[in-house]
């Protein structure tokens, strides 16, 4: 976990410490629209004044790596009412409980980002049209995947080309969908397992389907029999529930903010797109539809159209 302490006013000043090893950064003063949260910024290397008041934020993960998800926590000794950090070249707005004064944001680590040092600006905005804004470090480490060899009916690797309209036209709809940003946050609490079988395929890795390699696995699969209930993972909005060319039959869930569920491969979906669905509802069933090899559910998540392991959110909220 880190901890970084931010000043309001004219010049921004916040220290980080990491592992022990304390850094003290300069800091930038913001100038931008509350419409659009920022439109250019300032730097400032002037020391904070003392009647600056200060904004803590802290950090939490279950590591620094490619797929994983961060969790910023920020207090507020008066009322903010907008947030947002900007990290890997993505946005992440933040969202509060109290009017204001706490603040949480979740930010993805894409499954392609390469290890070094990524910056993660923060900006903000309190209830007297005063900025904030600030920047800190955080240093990606290197992960390694594993690879999967599958074999797959040939139509799946090499599609005929009277399929291929409707797959770039179902790539196109679900791309669409993933970089919308809904402005309610519709998850609450805890994020469940959506069925109760082991893990069969995890996160990351790398696939060969008959013997020619393919993009990563970007999400988890899980062990089921056809026909076991699948429950939705946290609250949120159906924004897809079709049968795709790749995934079978699909639900993808809105859950606010940018963070979507993708829930494939199953026997049949028991919801329509525009439902509204509560954390543990059922929405369909364990298949094998689509491009599978025997019945399971293929579940990937994506945070501001970063892909990360749903397991990472698992172990920041609990089961």
Do not use: C
Request: charged share 20%; no cysteine; net charge positive.
């Amino acid at each position: 976990m880190g901890t970084v302490t931010l000043f309001a006013g004219s010049a921004l000043a916040f220290a980080t410490s990491e592992l022990a090893k304390k850094v003290t950064l300069s800091v930038l003063t913001a100038m931008f629209l509350s419409a659009t949260l920022f439109l250019s910024f300032a730097l400032s290397l002037e020391p904070a004044g003392a009647q600056d008041e200060p904004l803590s934020l802290t950090h939490k993960q279950r590591s620094l790596q490619p797929g994983e998800v961060i969790l910023f926590e920020s207090q507020s000794s008066r009322p903010l009412k907008q947030m947002l950090l900007k990290a890997f070249s993505r946005e992440f707005p933040a969202f509060s409980e109290d009017g204001g004064l706490n603040w949480i944001a979740l930010v993805g680590i894409d499954l392609d980002t390469k290890p070094g040092r990524y910056s993660v600006e923060l900006f903000g905005i309190d209830r007297d049209g005063k900025n904030l804004a600030g920047s800190s470090v955080l240093a990606v480490a290197a992960k390694k995947f594993p690879t999967r060899h599958l074999t797959v009916e040939e139509k799946y690797v090499s599609p005929p080309a009277d399929v291929l309209v409707r797959i770039e036209a179902e790539r196109e709809r679900v791309n669409g969908i993933f970089a919308a940003t809904a402005p309610e946050r519709l998850w609450q609490g805890p994020f469940l397992l959506p069925v109760p079988g082991s893990v069969i395929s995890a996160f990351g890795k790398r696939s060969v389907y008959n013997g020619r390699p393919r993009s990563p696995h970007a999400g988890v699969d899980f062990r089921g029999t056809a026909g076991t209930p699948i429950r939705a993972p946290n609250a949120g909005i159906v924004v897809l529930a079709a049968n795709l060319y790749y995934s079978g039959n699909t639900v993808i869930l809105d859950h606010g903010l940018g963070l979507y569920s993708y829930l494939g491969h199953m026997s049949n979906f028991s919801v329509k797109e525009g439902d509204r669905i509560q954390t543990g509802e059922i929405v369909g069933k364990v298949g094998a539809t689509g491009v599978v090899t025997g019945p399971h559910l293929h579940w990937t998540m994506r945070l501001s159209t970063s892909r990360i392991d749903p397991l990472s959110l698992i172990n920041l909220f609990g089961k």
